[in-house]
């Protein structure tokens, strides 16, 4: 499977999973690596520019978040 990042190229290996435990994508070493140093910075802007890279960038991002209508 490849990396979800935006813009790599590298295979995803390591699942990302969310606070039920559901799986929400795979990223590289190197990506999950970039999203858990964002995470421990506690710098609200790196985590959510990291988030929306790991998502695939924001458009992806936007697309998998479906509506309510």
Known sequence: MKCKWKDCNNKGSI????????QWAFLCEEHHK?????????????????WVRASGG???????MGTND
């Open 58 to 64: 924001p458009k992806k991002m936007v697309e998998g």
């Open 34 to 50: 970039e999203l858990e140093e964002s995470i421990e910075s506690m710098e609200p802007k790196a985590i959510l520019q990291a």
């Open 15 to 22: 699942p990302q999973l969310d606070k039920n435990r559901s």
